[in-house]
């Protein structure tokens, strides 16, 4: 069993809608947990992340946190056709301190 | 600053041969990183270095691969012999000193390998 799951879908949503990432993790000593947005052909980028448990919004994106059940999730709303990408999770923490554990990623389709 | 720097883009060779990828980091950056990635199997780290030394190496899937870091501002991956299983977009990422235990790993635009 990976430490970190993700389905990695496809999704496919329209332009507008709500949508819900999420990723569960084995390991209890993560701490940090973020979300990359990485676009076809390219090297992923930070989106966001948040320590411990809890929510933490930009814009149109909302992070959450819920430590006693192992489950993070990103929240997408008024999605848009920019927003099709594929989103990974990473988290970190304890004696995994400097390195990151990735879930698989989630295909993102937002259409108009 | 022109963010990390990987060469070649594109790779294609013959199984059996020797292929060399190479990463700048950010200036400045403590830490690099070597991912790959595949459809099957996501991103996985393959090695990460703290100050030019070799920390965690357990990623490396055999003794094909070797990785090095001569100095803060060159790595190298190399596969010796090159299999078609070896076939993925390997990535290098580099991130600055830890600070209060969450580092950002800004990636390179990574190296397309195929093995034939």
């Known amino acids: 069993q990976k430490e970190v799951e993700q389905d990695p879908g496809p999704l496919s949503v329209p332009e507008g809608a709500i949508v819900s990432l999420n990723c569960t993790y084995s390991n209890s000593a993560f701490q940090y947990f973020m979300w990359y947005r990485q676009y076809s052909r390219k090297g992923p980028e930070l989106l966001m992340y948040?320590?411990?448990?809890g929510n933490k919004e930009d814009g149109r994106f909302t992070a959450q946190v819920d430590k006693s059940s192992k489950y993070i999730s990103l929240f997408i709303r008024d999605s848009q056709p920019s927003d099709s990408a594929t989103y990974l999770c990473a988290m970190t923490g304890g004696t995994s301190y400097g390195k990151l554990t990735f879930g698989q990623g989630t295909i993102l389709t937002v259409h108009p | 600053d022109a963010g990390v720097i990987q060469s070649p883009r594109h790779e294609v060779t013959e199984m059996g041969q020797e292929v060399t990828l190479r990463c700048k980091p950010i200036?400045?950056?403590?830490?690099l990183f070597w991912y790959r990635q595949t459809m099957m199997r996501g991103l996985e780290l393959l090695i990460y270095f703290n100050n030019n030394v070799p920390i965690d190496d357990s990623g490396m899937p055999e003794d094909r691969f070797s990785a090095k870091m001569p100095n803060a501002s060159f790595s190298t991956l190399k596969i010796q012999p090159s299999e078609p299983r070896d076939s993925a977009v390997y990535f290098c990422a580099s991130s600055p000193t830890l600070a209060g235990g969450f580092n950002e790993q800004f990636f390179g635009p990574g190296t397309r390998l195929t093995v034939l």
């Open positions: 948040t320590y411990s448990s």
């Open positions: 200036s400045g950056h403590d830490y």
